[in-house]
């Protein structure tokens, strides 16, 4: 074993019988996620292990766990990474030992139980697990996993879902076992095989760490998908230790969080906050700097009633059905929807700052702003988003301090990232737009933006986007563009790009411009094909010239004047 005293943070390879064979007991921290393997996981690692065993692989790995010490019971390590895999291969090796029992081998199923489980009182028959998991998921794990109880359909159907999860995982592991078994001549041989292969060959890197910061460390290097969530567990397990007499309503509080904005938003959430009101910092430092900063139990208790009442603005964000924008200006839902297509979360900061204290309208004309300078600097200049965070981040502190949320004021903080007109223009004439909704809500915003009055204007139920040059040209279209140039940088351009009516639309296909024209462009309504259907033949010339007239009415569209 490391020696955590003299080593912040060690590591070595184990096997899964190794540690679970160390006197020792292993607990999943209180308030830890809970169990969340699907049908889709259980399959994966069974099927992996079993190939690994039938090839006689040397060795199955499966990445790394982490574990800290317990503050009050040196006897325990608490899994701060890797849960959901011990979790999972006790309940193989469980379903092993049921296995044994079913063929009323007690001391086969004795002796695994002893080594992998854990151990019976002989004199209260209490069992002394190896394992505990969190205090949603534990009560069902020693029940029916430890103990093989068989809880009532009417019990299952009163599980939270991370135990029926746990509850169908655990049978699943029986019923694949059943199944392999009846392949094998020699049942018995096969299970203590399985059994081997299992506590002797399954591999682990066991990284033992000091505090819970430490752990975070090294969540960067571990599996990205982890380092999402490791950030907000880590700021809740330091926040609850806080807590005190408190500990009910600061669960209850995060409860409340997580059900607003979803557990996978939660270090989002805490960063943009964190942003909007303290200072910018990278994802890996939220949790140190937090620490810093809330010490004592006041403040803690202070910190969850202030992200409880922000979640409520976030959850807003990430919703343009939210209940928050019944009484905002409606188009503040279009700009929050553009928003969400442009795979934009920088401006959270902002928002939030000018959600609290701002006025209804002062919100919407604000989204607008961001919504402007993010198609701009984003979408079709192709600038790196991370500066626009910084930008966003400073902004929002400096609104809070000055108190101003009127869109001119807020336009002054951030007009560093606003793309001018002969740039922006420039840049569109040369974008691509690839991806297919992306296109129809620039297409629909510049058809609108050219429509004449009592135009009924392009609407989105009843357009289909169209490829004037399409993707897959047949020979009628082997001299549109130059020799030796990409066909997608044409193909995918604004000016080949048009909508139109799903009626009109029908068939069209990969005809000729001709056939296109007559039936498609010319018929159509939208003012977006006026000039298209004026065209004789449709080239790269054409598709360039038409580029650039959309960006001239692309500068108006997405313009901020303040």
């Given at each position: 074993m490391t020696v955590i005293s003299k080593r912040r943070i060690g590591s070595n390879a184990q096997s899964i019988g190794e540690i679970l064979r160390r006197p020792v007991a292993y607990a999943v921290p209180v308030n830890q996620r809970d169990f969340a393997w699907t049908q889709e996981e259980v399959d994966l690692l069974w099927q992996d292990l079993i190939n690994a065993l039938e090839e006689d692989r040397g060795e199955y790995f499966l990445g790394a766990i982490v574990l800290a010490p317990n503050k009050d019971d040196g006897q325990i390590l608490e899994i701060v990474d890797g849960q959901q895999r011990l979790a999972t291969l006790s309940m193989m090796l469980a379903a092993i030992h049921q296995s044994w029992k079913g063929r009323n081998?007690?001391?086969?199923?004795?002796?695994?139980?002893?080594?992998?489980?854990?151990?019976?009182?002989?004199?209260?028959?209490?069992?002394?697990?190896?394992?505990?998991?969190?205090?949603?998921?534990?009560?069902?794990?020693?029940?029916?996993?430890l103990r093989g109880e068989t809880p009532t359909e009417a019990e299952r159907k009163a599980w939270p879902k991370s135990n029926r999860l746990l509850y169908e995982a655990f049978e699943r592991?029986?019923?694949?076992?059943?199944?392999?078994?009846?392949?094998?001549?020699?049942?018995?041989?096969?299970?203590?095989?399985?059994?081997?292969?299992?506590?002797?060959?399954?591999?682990?890197i066991v990284i033992e760490v000091g505090d819970e910061y430490d752990a975070f460390v090294i969540f960067?290097?571990?599996?990205?998908?982890?380092?999402?969530?490791?950030?907000?567990?880590?700021?809740?397990?330091?926040?609850?230790?806080?807590?005190?007499?408190?500990?009910?309503?600061?669960?209850?509080?995060?409860?409340?969080?997580?059900?607003?904005?979803?557990?996978?938003?939660?270090?989002?959430?805490?960063?943009?906050?964190?942003?909007?009101?303290?200072?910018?910092?990278?994802?890996?430092?939220?949790?140190?700097d937090l620490r810093q900063k809330v010490k004592t139990k006041t403040v803690a208790r202070q910190f969850v009633e202030r992200l409880r009442k922000a979640a409520d603005l976030y959850a807003a964000l990430l919703n343009p059905e939210a209940p928050y924008w019944t009484d905002v200006p409606d188009d503040a839902r279009d700009h929050l929807k553009a928003l969400r297509l442009f795979r934009a979360a920088q401006f959270r900061p902002l928002a939030l700052a000018v959600m609290e204290g701002g006025t209804e309208e002062q919100v919407a004309q604000v989204l607008r702003a961001v919504s402007v300078l993010t198609f701009r600097y984003t979408i079709v200049s192709g600038y790196n988003a991370n500066q626009l965070e910084r930008i966003y981040s400073d902004a929002?502190?400096?609104?809070?301090?000055?108190?101003?949320?009127?869109?001119?004021?807020?336009?002054?903080?951030?007009?560093?990232?606003?793309?001018?007109?002969?740039?922006?223009?420039?840049?569109?004439?040369?974008?691509?737009?690839?991806?297919?909704?992306?296109?129809?809500?620039?297409?629909?915003?510049?058809?609108?933006?050219?429509?004449?009055?009592?135009?009924?204007g392009a609407k989105e139920e009843a357009i289909s986007l169209e490829h004037?040059?399409?993707?897959?040209?047949?020979?009628?279209?082997?001299?549109?563009?130059?020799?030796?140039?990409?066909?997608?940088?044409?193909?995918?351009?604004?000016?080949?790009?048009?909508?139109?009516?799903?009626?009109?639309?029908?068939?069209?296909?990969?005809?000729?411009?001709?056939?296109?024209?007559?039936?498609?462009?010319?018929?159509?309504?939208?003012?977006?094909?006026?000039?298209?259907?004026?065209?004789?033949?449709?080239?790269?010339?054409?598709?360039?010239?038409?580029?650039?007239?959309?960006?001239?009415?692309?500068?108006?569209?997405?313009?901020?004047s303040y």
């Amino acid at each position: 074993m490391t020696v955590i005293s003299k080593r912040r943070i060690g590591s070595n390879a184990q096997s899964i019988g190794e540690i679970l064979r160390r006197p020792v007991a292993y607990a999943v921290p209180v308030n830890q996620r809970d169990f969340a393997w699907t049908q889709e996981e259980v399959d994966l690692l069974w099927q992996d292990l079993i190939n690994a065993l039938e090839e006689d692989r040397g060795e199955y790995f499966l990445g790394a766990i982490v574990l800290a010490p317990n503050k009050d019971d040196g006897q325990i390590l608490e899994i701060v990474d890797g849960q959901q895999r011990l979790a999972t291969l006790s309940m193989m090796l469980a379903a092993i030992h049921q296995s044994w029992k079913g063929r009323n081998d007690d001391e086969q199923a004795a002796e695994l139980f002893r080594d992998y489980l854990g151990s019976k009182d002989r004199k209260t028959r209490e069992i002394s697990p190896k394992l505990r998991l969190n205090e949603t998921n534990d009560p069902v794990f020693q029940s029916v996993v430890l103990r093989g109880e068989t809880p009532t359909e009417a019990e299952r159907k009163a599980w939270p879902k991370s135990n029926r999860l746990l509850y169908e995982a655990f049978e699943r592991f029986r019923k694949q076992l059943d199944d392999w078994l009846k392949k094998n001549p020699d049942a018995e041989e096969a299970l203590i095989e399985l059994e081997k292969y299992i506590a002797g060959n399954a591999n682990v890197i066991v990284i033992e760490v000091g505090d819970e910061y430490d752990a975070f460390v090294i969540f960067e290097t571990l599996n990205d998908r982890g380092l999402e969530l490791a950030v907000a567990d880590l700021v809740k397990n330091y926040l609850f230790s806080l807590a005190g007499e408190r500990l009910e309503a600061f669960k209850k509080a995060w409860g409340e969080i997580t059900l607003l904005i979803g557990s996978e938003n939660l270090t989002p959430f805490l960063r943009h906050l964190w942003l909007s009101e303290y200072q910018f910092v990278r994802e890996r430092d939220v949790y140190r700097d937090l620490r810093q900063k809330v010490k004592t139990k006041t403040v803690a208790r202070q910190f969850v009633e202030r992200l409880r009442k922000a979640a409520d603005l976030y959850a807003a964000l990430l919703n343009p059905e939210a209940p928050y924008w019944t009484d905002v200006p409606d188009d503040a839902r279009d700009h929050l929807k553009a928003l969400r297509l442009f795979r934009a979360a920088q401006f959270r900061p902002l928002a939030l700052a000018v959600m609290e204290g701002g006025t209804e309208e002062q919100v919407a004309q604000v989204l607008r702003a961001v919504s402007v300078l993010t198609f701009r600097y984003t979408i079709v200049s192709g600038y790196n988003a991370n500066q626009l965070e910084r930008i966003y981040s400073d902004a929002a502190m400096a609104v809070r301090k000055s108190g101003k949320r009127n869109v001119k004021a807020v336009f002054e903080l951030v007009k560093t990232a606003y793309i001018e007109n002969d740039r922006f223009a420039e840049n569109f004439v040369q974008a691509t737009f690839g991806k297919a909704e992306l296109a129809r809500y620039v297409l629909v915003k510049l058809n609108d933006a050219m429509e004449k009055d009592g135009a009924v204007g392009a609407k989105e139920e009843a357009i289909s986007l169209e490829h004037i040059m399409p993707k897959n040209p047949g020979v009628e279209w082997a001299n549109a563009i130059p020799v030796g140039d990409d066909p997608d940088e044409w193909v995918e351009a604004i000016g080949n790009l048009t909508l139109l009516e799903k009626p009109v639309n029908r068939g069209l296909g990969n005809k000729d411009f001709k056939t296109k024209k007559a039936k498609g462009y010319s018929p159509s309504k939208l003012a977006l094909n006026g000039a298209v259907a004026a065209k004789t033949q449709w080239t790269w010339k054409e598709i360039e010239e038409r580029s650039k007239a959309l960006a001239k009415v692309a500068k108006s569209v997405w313009e901020l004047s303040y």
